[in-house]
């Protein structure tokens, strides 16, 4: 049955069902098998299984295209890279998730790849950092400075000069923005993150357009996997599943959250700037007093859980220049919060506190 009348709080309920035949589960299979009889669809589980087929069917759904779900988000981009011919060149922001440019900056080593870095928001930078180019990488907003980039414009450049453009769409999510539907050719999750939502398993995922340039991308892609082998758990992709029918509500709560926040950051003394994009649930902010002020204010929450990673029910908190790969251009002193679901009031009696300490 079609859903696509359905708005999208319906969609992520609705989507990746069982078929309404009296006694069938209202759920999707949970199916460990790594074989099937022979002469059906699917004759291996390297290449498929019926709880994939449902995430899959769901987040296609509602990112307007056709899903493959993999083992980890970098699972997903080592089988987007996999579209770059030999020695082809990426253009990819600058603030990238840092494990995204770390792979990048390893093949570029090997000479697998030209890596090519831009400030995604200066659009003539990223018209002559195109120029030849086999690939874009666009993640909008950026982890963690949270700049935003005009999906739209910049994947029309990339097409114009015959480059493909891959969009990371975690942070975003479906229910904000549908990047196919800009013109990027390739969207990318980390369903470890706002789909699955409850930090308790780590899942990839890409989506491909419904155009035959689109399957015909799906196909390289799909055969990647297959021969790639990082495969998803259908038990991961079973909860990643049961984690999505919630994120719409989950969304709404930690945005309304976020924004409360943001602003009340705004004008605290210990705060010397607040990113925040005006939508979602990520706010970076950078303290007075430097890294170890910083990592003093992570450690001192109590319901703000002091972890990496973003996008669960609880919100969590961290220092990004903790890590060697995250670059120098990301202030020493910024802090990504990710804000979940809890009560406002006791998010910010908790994140003040620690501020003031
Ligand atoms: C976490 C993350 C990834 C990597 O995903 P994993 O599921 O951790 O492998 C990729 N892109 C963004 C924006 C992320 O936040």
């Not at 086999?134 to 700049?147: D, F, G, I, K, R």
């Not at 453009?165 to 993150?193: E, M, W, Y």
């Not at 001192?300 to 995250?326: D, F, K, M, N, P």
Request: one cysteine or more; aromatic letters at 4%; hydrophobic letters at 45%.
């Amino acid at each position: 049955m079609s859903h696509d009348h359905l708005s999208p709080a319906s969609r992520v309920v609705a989507l990746g069902r069982q078929p309404r035949v009296p006694g069938a589960g209202v759920n999707a299979p949970l199916e460990f098998t790594s074989t099937y009889i022979a002469d059906g669809p699917v004759n291996y589980a390297r290449a498929g299984n019926p709880t994939w087929s449902a995430f899959e069917e769901a987040l296609g759904g509602l990112e307007g295209g056709d899903a493959l779900v993999f083992a980890s988000g970098m699972a997903a981009v080592s089988a987007a890279l996999s579209l770059v011919p030999h020695g082809g060149a990426v253009v990819v922001p600058s603030h990238a998730y840092n494990g995204t440019t770390t792979l990048l900056d390893q093949l570029a080593q090997s000479g697998a790849v030209e890596v090519r870095r831009v400030d995604p928001t200066d659009q003539a930078a990223v018209r002559e950092a195109l120029d030849g180019a086999a690939l874009l990488w666009v993640e909008s907003p950026t982890n963690p400075m949270l700049e935003v980039s005009d999906i739209r414009a910049l994947a029309a450049m990339a097409r114009e000069g015959g480059a493909l453009t891959v969009c990371d769409n975690t942070f975003a999510t479906p229910l904000v923005q549908q990047p196919l539907g800009d013109g990027a050719d390739v969207v990318l999750h980390s369903v470890t993150k706002y789909l699955s939502g409850h930090s308790d398993v780590l899942l990839g995922a890409l989506v491909t357009s419904s155009t035959d340039a689109g399957r015909a991308l799906n196909a390289r892609l799909s055969t990647a996997r297959l021969l790639g082998g990082a495969i998803a758990g259908p038990m991961e992709t079973w909860l990643a599943l049961r984690g999505l029918r919630t994120l719409h509500v989950r969304l709404e709560r930690a945005t309304a959250n976020a924004r409360e926040l943001a602003t009340r950051l705004e004008s605290h003394p210990q705060v010397s700037r607040v990113r925040y994009p005006g939508f979602g649930a990520i706010i970076a902010i950078e303290v007075r007093g430097g890294a170890d002020a910083a990592e003093r204010v992570a450690s001192a929450t109590t319901l703000w859980t002091h972890a990496t990673s973003l996008g669960g029910v609880e919100s969590q908190i961290e220092r990004r220049r903790r890590y060697a790969a995250e670059p120098e251009s990301v202030p020493d002193a910024l802090l990504r919060l990710s804000v979940g679901i809890e009560d406002v009031e006791d998010l910010w009696l908790d994140l003040a506190g620690a501020l003031d300490v």
